[in-house]
Structure formats: structure tokens, C-alpha cells
């Protein structure tokens, strides 16, 4: 191991106020970069996942379903700031429908859950050192929030970003900010855990969390795999989903073949030459949603055992340390994925969901799909789909990928998709009002302006 990298790091982070425990955990990521893990795993090492339970096939009492939700948590990731789609704040800050961020949204979710059922349900949400306090100062706005003396939030921890030629913290001149990284989702574990939330959580009596990201508008609280959850006695558990051929990216879970266990592969886990295996739909047909069940009892039993120290399997980001600049230096971010903890909790297991729990925003297309008429809130602020196949949208990089790009070119609002079968932007194209997508609409290269009022699509006679 690179003593002196590491101490610098080690220092580095003391200096800064991290808590001893996540610098523990960096250390333990720190020797496996030095061994040249990088935290692939090949096809060969695992079996498809082919047969997981259904939320279909789930029949609940109601009188348990309240018990359970009584003593439920939410918990919402929301350390990212959207810098893919050129935003410098919190992502769940930006408008998405109706006047609502997605911040509004999930709080009024909950809020209304809490109407329903009249269950406590908290709400928290684990912030990045970069989307702290414009949360917050969001969450103000909503005095009735709060439950008991439990936080509305709590801090995902820091480390810093590693040279990829001598793995010594980098320096940063220009923007000291940007030596340093979250650790992935991964670290909510670490966070709960030396935050305080997690001993909170269950002194205030809460057993169970639901967990989710909070760029993902379909994790409305929902009673009937609250109870499912409990009655299994799992200590964890995840919701996939059916995927399609446009479900490329998302990880799966599969069976480990040397132990049996569930385990999470993601994209940057599996080897560039096996790509193919992982986007077949058939071979490996569930998709993993980042939507995830806890015993906050078993969880807090388990890091007790590991010293805080999960051991979740290790991702190596390769990025350079201006994201914004790719001849700045190249940097590893250490990183762990929140799903994988799947592996570490025997007995775990998961759940097959509608797709309408997994409704997350990646992109300005997703933005202009939970945007446009093809959706609607409902009395759960839910966003209920208003068409029987939600139409399939491809908006040209260089025109629509940054928010600051895409808002002017749909001065009007967006176009009608509830006949639309598909809309393909290959040009810089200006929207009209009232503008309808009919069937499939393909706008070429060559840009213009689409006037008020158009149809435009393969179905117009």
C-alpha cells in the first residue's frame, strides 16, 4: 500500500471534520485501488436472476399494512447536483411540473401519505456538502415536515479525489472545492451510522425505511410492499423492474455462483468485452431501481459487526478533476453503490413493481416526457400515466442535453404527447405553443421552428 498517499488522504480528511469511521471505509477502498481491484464482475461468475417475487401476487392484511407503516421511515438520496444536465445546485430543485420541484413533490407525497393513513412517516434526505443548504432552505417552507425531534436531513461524507498516476490526493488550485468527491450512494450506510439518524430513527420506534433517489418521482409511500417487506423478515430488500430494450444502463441483480448470494452488477462493474450480456433483456430480464426496503434493527446489527466498515464491492470512477475540463488531471473517485449492500445481509431479497415506481429523470427527454400531458398528478401528487405506452423521446445533445439549452426552445410549454407514439429532435428546433405530436415525428438536422398550433407526426393525413 502507497503509505504516503494514503496518510495524505487520511490527513486530508481529519483536517477536514470527516467522521473517523467514513475515513476507515476510504481506507479499506484505498488497499483495494492499490491491489488493482476494480471491481468488475465477469459473466461467468454469475447466474440471471429469473424468478424473484412479484408485487402482483402480493396479498396483504390491511390491519398490518398500518402497524408496518407506523413504524416507517422515508429516506431520500439527494447529494446530486445535475451537472449532466448543467445545473450547479441540488437536481431537486428544478421545476418539473406544475410549478413543483422534485423536492416539492416528494414532500408532497409524503405529506399526503401521511393524510391517508395517518402514520408519522418522516421524511429524510441524505445531502451532499454541495445541495445541503438549498435544501433546506426549501424544506422551510413546509412547517408541518418535521416529525418529533428526528433531522430532515442528514450529510453524506467526503473524501478526496486520487491522482490515477501516483493515487495521491490531487490539488486543485483554481477550485480547492473540486479535490473533493461523495462516495457514491454506497456511503448512506456510513452516514446513518455516524450521523446519529440511524440510533434516532430507532429510539423514535421506527423499524422499517424506505429508500430511493430523489430524481425518481414514482416511490410514492405504498402500504401494500410495506407489509410484504415486514412479513418476510428480510433484513433487505429491492424493487426491480421488468426491462425493455430501452432498459440498457440499469444494473441487474444476479447469483453469485461461488456462494448463491444476490448481488448488484452495475454498467461500470461489468467487463467492456461482456457489454452484450449485460443489455440482453432476456438474459438477465429485472432491472434494479435503486428503490430499496431496510430493518433499520438488522442494519444497525450489521454495522455494529463490521465496525461501520460494510465492505460493499468497489467501484473505480476514472474522471478528471474538472469535470468541466477533460485536460485536467485524471483523478480515481472512490465509490460503492447503495444496492450492493444486497450481499451483505443474508436472507435478502426483492420484488418485482410496476413500472410506475421507477419514473426518474436522467436527461431532458425524461424531463419533457414528466413534463408534458403524457402524465398528470393525481390526489397522491403522484404522476399517474395518462397514456397506454409513454412515447419514446430523443432530443439532440447539442441543442437540448443542458437545462439552460432546452428551457428556450419551449418558450410555450411542451408539446401535446398523449397521441404520440415517438418524437425524434435531430435539429435545433424551436417549439410553438400548442403543439401536438401525433404517432412518430422525426424533426431533421436542419432545425427551424415548429408554428403554433402544429401537428406534427406519421398519423397526420
Same mark, same amino acid.
Given at each position: 500500500?502507497?503509505?504516503?498517499?494514503?496518510?495524505?488522504?487520511?490527513?486530508?480528511?481529519?483536517?477536514?471534520?470527516?467522521?473517523?469511521?467514513?475515513?476507515?471505509?476510504?481506507?479499506?477502498?484505498?488497499?483495494?485501488?492499490?491491489?488493482?481491484?476494480?471491481?468488475?464482475?465477469?459473466?461467468?461468475?454469475?447466474? @440471471?436472476?429469473?424468478? @424473484?417475487?412479484?408485487?402482483?401476487?402480493?396479498?396483504?392484511?390491511? %390491519?398490518?399494512?398500518?402497524?408496518?407503516? $407506523?413504524?416507517?421511515?422515508?429516506?431520500?438520496?439527494?447529494?446530486?447536483?445535475?451537472?449532466?444536465?448543467?445545473?450547479?445546485?441540488?437536481?431537486?430543485?428544478?421545476?418539473?411540473?406544475?410549478?413543483?420541484?422534485?423536492?416539492?413533490?416528494?414532500?408532497?407525497?409524503?405529506?399526503? %401519505?401521511? &393524510?391517508?393513513?395517518?402514520?408519522?412517516?418522516?421524511?429524510?434526505?441524505?445531502?451532499?456538502?454541495?445541495?445541503?443548504?438549498?435544501?433546506?432552505?426549501?424544506?422551510?417552507?413546509?412547517?408541518?415536515?418535521?416529525?418529533?425531534?428526528?433531522?430532515? $436531513?442528514? +450529510?453524506?461524507?467526503?473524501?478526496?479525489?486520487?491522482?490515477?498516476?501516483?493515487?495521491?490526493?490531487?490539488?486543485?488550485?483554481?477550485?480547492?472545492?473540486?479535490?473533493?468527491?461523495?462516495?457514491?450512494?454506497?456511503?448512506?450506510?456510513? %452516514?446513518?451510522?455516524?450521523?446519529?439518524?440511524?440510533?434516532?430513527?430507532?429510539?423514535?420506534?421506527?423499524?422499517?425505511?424506505?429508500?430511493?433517489?430523489?430524481?425518481? +418521482?414514482?416511490?410514492?409511500?405504498?402500504?401494500?410492499?410495506?407489509?410484504?417487506?415486514?412479513?418476510?423478515?428480510?433484513?433487505?430488500?429491492?424493487?426491480?423492474?421488468?426491462?425493455?430494450?430501452?432498459?440498457?444502463?440499469?444494473?441487474?441483480? *444476479?447469483?453469485?455462483?461461488?456462494?448463491?448470494?444476490?448481488?448488484? &452488477?452495475?454498467?461500470?462493474?461489468?467487463?467492456?468485452?461482456?457489454?452484450?450480456?449485460?443489455?440482453?433483456?432476456?438474459?438477465?430480464?429485472?432491472?434494479?431501481?435503486?428503490?430499496?426496503?431496510?430493518?433499520?434493527?438488522?442494519?444497525?446489527?450489521?454495522?455494529?459487526?463490521?465496525?461501520? !466498515?460494510?465492505?460493499?464491492?468497489?467501484?473505480?470512477?476514472?474522471?478528471? !478533476?474538472?469535470?468541466?475540463?477533460?485536460?485536467?488531471?485524471? !483523478?480515481?473517485?472512490?465509490?460503492?453503490?447503495?444496492? *450492493?449492500?444486497?450481499?451483505?445481509?443474508?436472507?435478502?431479497?426483492?420484488?418485482?413493481?410496476?413500472?410506475? &415506481?421507477?419514473?426518474? !429523470?436522467?436527461?431532458?427527454?425524461?424531463?419533457?416526457?414528466?413534463?408534458?400531458?403524457?402524465?398528470?398528478?393525481?390526489?397522491?401528487?403522484?404522476?399517474?400515466?395518462?397514456?397506454?405506452?409513454?412515447?419514446?423521446?430523443?432530443? %439532440?445533445? $447539442?441543442?437540448?442535453?443542458?437545462?439552460?439549452?432546452?428551457?428556450?426552445?419551449?418558450?410555450?410549454?411542451?408539446?401535446?404527447?398523449?397521441?404520440?407514439?415517438?418524437?425524434?429532435?435531430?435539429?435545433?428546433?424551436?417549439?410553438?405553443?400548442?403543439?401536438?405530436?401525433?404517432?412518430?415525428?422525426?424533426?431533421?438536422?436542419?432545425?427551424?421552428?415548429?408554428?403554433?398550433?402544429?401537428?406534427?407526426?406519421?398519423?397526420?393525413?
Amino acid at each position: 500500500m502507497s503509505t504516503e498517499g494514503l496518510a495524505a488522504a487520511q490527513q486530508k480528511m481529519q483536517d477536514a471534520g470527516v467522521a473517523q469511521t467514513a475515513i476507515d471505509v476510504f481506507s479499506h477502498y484505498y488497499g483495494q485501488l492499490e491491489e488493482g481491484v476494480t471491481g468488475t464482475i465477469p459473466e461467468d461468475t454469475i447466474e @440471471p436472476y429469473l424468478d @424473484p417475487p412479484k408485487l402482483e401476487d402480493v396479498k396483504i392484511d390491511v %390491519a398490518q399494512a398500518k402497524k408496518v407503516f $407506523d413504524q416507517l421511515a422515508i429516506i431520500n438520496l439527494n447529494g446530486g447536483l445535475g451537472t449532466s444536465m448543467g445545473l450547479d445546485k441540488a437536481k431537486s430543485l428544478l421545476p418539473v411540473r406544475d410549478g413543483k420541484s422534485f423536492l416539492d413533490i416528494i414532500v408532497e407525497q409524503v405529506l399526503a %401519505a401521511r &393524510r391517508g393513513t395517518n402514520s408519522r412517516l418522516p421524511l429524510l434526505f441524505m445531502n451532499s456538502f454541495r445541495t445541503r443548504e438549498d435544501t433546506l432552505e426549501v424544506l422551510a417552507k413546509y412547517p408541518d415536515l418535521p416529525v418529533e425531534d428526528l433531522p430532515l $436531513d442528514f +450529510l453524506q461524507n467526503k473524501e478526496p479525489k486520487l491522482r490515477t498516476d501516483d493515487l495521491m490526493p490531487v490539488t486543485w488550485e483554481a477550485d480547492p472545492d473540486l479535490e473533493w468527491c461523495p462516495p457514491g450512494h454506497g456511503d448512506i450506510y456510513t %452516514a446513518l451510522q455516524t450521523s446519529g439518524v440511524l440510533q434516532k430513527l430507532l429510539d423514535a420506534g421506527f423499524k422499517y425505511a424506505s429508500v430511493s433517489n430523489s430524481d425518481n +418521482l414514482g416511490t410514492v409511500p405504498n402500504p401494500v410492499i410495506a407489509a410484504w417487506f415486514a412479513s418476510t423478515g428480510a433484513p433487505y430488500a429491492a424493487e426491480l423492474c421488468r426491462r425493455t430494450p430501452a432498459d440498457r444502463k440499469g444494473g441487474h441483480l *444476479a447469483v453469485r455462483k461461488s456462494d448463491g448470494r444476490l448481488i448488484l &452488477r452495475d454498467t461500470a462493474q461489468t467487463p467492456a468485452e461482456e457489454m452484450d450480456y449485460f443489455t440482453d433483456e432476456h438474459r438477465h430480464p429485472y432491472f434494479h431501481t435503486n428503490n430499496l426496503w431496510w430493518d433499520l434493527e438488522q442494519l444497525a446489527e450489521i454495522l455494529a459487526q463490521r465496525d461501520g !466498515v460494510m465492505g460493499l464491492p468497489l467501484i473505480r470512477n476514472e474522471k478528471t !478533476v474538472d469535470p468541466a475540463d477533460k485536460s485536467s488531471t485524471p !483523478v480515481y473517485q472512490i465509490e460503492s453503490a447503495m444496492g *450492493a449492500a444486497i450481499e451483505v445481509f443474508d436472507g435478502a431479497t426483492a420484488i418485482v413493481v410496476d413500472r410506475d &415506481r421507477f419514473l426518474p !429523470v436522467k436527461a431532458t427527454s425524461d424531463l419533457l416526457l414528466v413534463r408534458s400531458d403524457a402524465y398528470r398528478l393525481d390526489e397522491r401528487v403522484a404522476l399517474v400515466k395518462q397514456v397506454d405506452t409513454v412515447p419514446n423521446v430523443t432530443l %439532440a445533445a $447539442d441543442h437540448y442535453k443542458l437545462i439552460g439549452d432546452f428551457e428556450p426552445r419551449f418558450p410555450h410549454g411542451i408539446p401535446s404527447l398523449q397521441e404520440a407514439s415517438s418524437l425524434d429532435v435531430q435539429g435545433d428546433w424551436t417549439f410553438g405553443a400548442d403543439v401536438a405530436v401525433v404517432g412518430e415525428a422525426v424533426l431533421g438536422p436542419e432545425g427551424g421552428e415548429v408554428p403554433e398550433g402544429a401537428r406534427i407526426g406519421t398519423a397526420v393525413n
